[in-house]
């Protein structure tokens, strides 16, 4: 099983500054990484940075579309209004049918704002109390929010992927 996971962080660097501390807990086989990517939104800023961290990866599971769809519908359709919006339901449920719920959208729409940080995995295999553990150590307490996804449903993922 495939899980989503977003450690939120309540600074805007912070997502940023735990890379390396991944890369060492995936070389200790404490979390096997398929895709990630960190969101960065300064203070005052409209809208966030993000960066897919293709060094984590071997080649990306997703790829760059899943996380611009995945972005655009947490942080930018909001600002989009109402024209767009409609255009994107079809796209959320498309995300919904393979475990990347309108609730885990809001949740993560809610949280990560100006002034805030998130690392995005999609991994498995993870011990998450270690993993934790570890970014506690670097000196960062995120907030986990997660959604794991069915081989069925990762499968759907990708094939939507490779269709779009």
């Not at 899943?66 to 930018?76: A, S």
């Not at 393979?98 to 805030?116: A, L, M, Y």
């Amino acid at each position: 099983m495939t899980t989503l996971t977003v450690w939120k962080f309540d600074s805007p660097t912070a997502a940023d500054e735990t890379v390396n501390t991944l890369e060492v807990l995936a070389k200790q086989e404490l979390i096997k990484i398929h895709d990630a990517a960190t969101v960065s939104w300064a203070p005052g800023a409209k809208k966030p940075k993000t960066r897919r961290l293709n060094n984590l990866t071997a080649g990306g599971a997703m790829g760059g579309m899943f996380w611009g769809m995945l972005f655009g519908l947490i942080f930018f359709v909001p600002f989009l209004g109402a024209a767009i919006g409609a255009a994107t339901g079809a796209l959320a449920g498309s995300l919904s049918d393979v475990g990347i719920d309108d609730k885990f959208i809001k949740s993560v729409r809610d949280q990560v704002t100006p002034g805030t940080s998130a690392l995005f995995l999609m991994s498995s295999d993870a011990v998450v109390d270690k993993v934790k553990a570890a970014l506690a150590e670097a000196g960062h307490t995120p907030r986990l929010m997660q959604s794991t996804l069915s081989n069925e449903q990762e499968a759907e993922l990708r094939d939507m992927m490779s269709t779009n």
